[in-house]
C-alpha cells in the first residue's frame, strides 16, 4: 500500500489513537518503544497537529495488536435489544475462514458474542492474545483446539469452555474438516472491543504463512 494519508475529515484518527492506547494502559513512550515511533510523533498525531500516513497506522496497529480498522471505527449507537437476522450478521472474511458478529458491537452491555467458521488448519498464531474479561467458547461443528496457559482442551461438537480472558490463549482448527464455534466474550472494559483480538491474530497468522 503506498504511503498516502487518510482523509481527516472522515474521523480524529487522533483522538481514536489516544482511546484504544489508554484502554491498553499504554503510555505514549511505551507505544512509541513498541512501534518504533517518536514519542513526538504520536503527541503530534493524538493532538490533531498531523495526519498519520497509512505506514505509520500499520506500525501502530501491529504495536497494539489490533487490526488497521480499529482506527476508523466510529462508535455505534448502541441499544438494550437487538435482534439479528441471519443474513444481517456483520462479517469479516479471512483466507482461511470467517468471522461473523452476533449483534454484540451493537449492545449496550459488555457482552460480545460471535462466531468463526475455520478451515483446516487455520489459527490464531503463534503467540496468542490476552484481553480483559472472561471469554465462552462452544464448538459447533469439527474439532477446536484451545491453548490456554499452555494447557491444551480439544473441542468437539458440543464442548465448551470458559475462563479468564487475562490468560494467554490461542486457538486453531487441528481437523481435516471445517470448524464452526460460538464465542461469547463478556466483561470486557467498555473502551475495549475483544474480539479485534481474534480477527487481528488470525489475519496476521494468515500473513506469516
Not at 488448519?121 to 461443528?141: D, N, P
Not at 460460538?182 to 474480539?195: A, N, W
Amino acid at each position: 500500500m503506498s504511503d498516502q494519508t487518510y482523509d481527516p475529515n472522515f474521523i480524529n484518527v487522533g483522538e481514536r489513537l489516544r482511546e484504544l492506547r489508554q484502554a491498553r494502559n499504554l503510555s505514549m513512550r511505551a507505544l512509541a518503544r513498541q512501534s518504533g515511533l517518536s514519542t513526538n510523533a504520536l503527541s503530534m498525531i493524538e493532538r490533531g497537529r498531523t495526519s498519520p500516513s497509512v505506514s505509520t497506522l500499520y506500525k501502530l496497529s501491529d504495536a497494539m495488536q489490533l487490526p488497521i480498522t480499529a482506527f476508523f471505527r466510529q462508535r455505534p449507537e448502541k441499544t438494550d435489544i437487538v435482534f439479528r437476522k441471519q443474513d444481517a450478521r456483520s462479517q469479516i472474511p479471512f483466507e482461511n475462514g470467517l468471522w461473523e458478529g452476533l449483534g454484540g458491537e451493537l449492545f449496550t452491555g459488555q457482552v460480545e458474542p460471535f462466531m468463526l467458521t475455520l478451515e483446516p488448519g487455520a489459527g490464531s498464531g503463534e503467540f496468542g492474545m490476552v484481553h480483559t474479561g472472561h471469554e465462552f467458547v462452544m464448538c459447533l461443528e469439527g474439532l477446536l483446539e484451545y491453548d490456554v496457559e499452555n494447557e491444551l482442551y480439544t473441542l468437539h461438537p458440543g464442548d465448551t469452555l470458559i475462563f479468564a480472558a487475562n490468560l494467554r490463549h490461542r486457538w486453531r482448527n487441528p481437523g481435516d474438516t471445517t470448524t464452526k464455534a460460538v464465542f461469547v466474550l463478556s466483561e470486557f472494559e467498555d473502551t475495549e472491543r475483544p474480539s479485534e483480538y481474534h480477527v487481528h491474530s488470525a489475519a496476521a497468522n494468515e500473513d506469516e504463512e
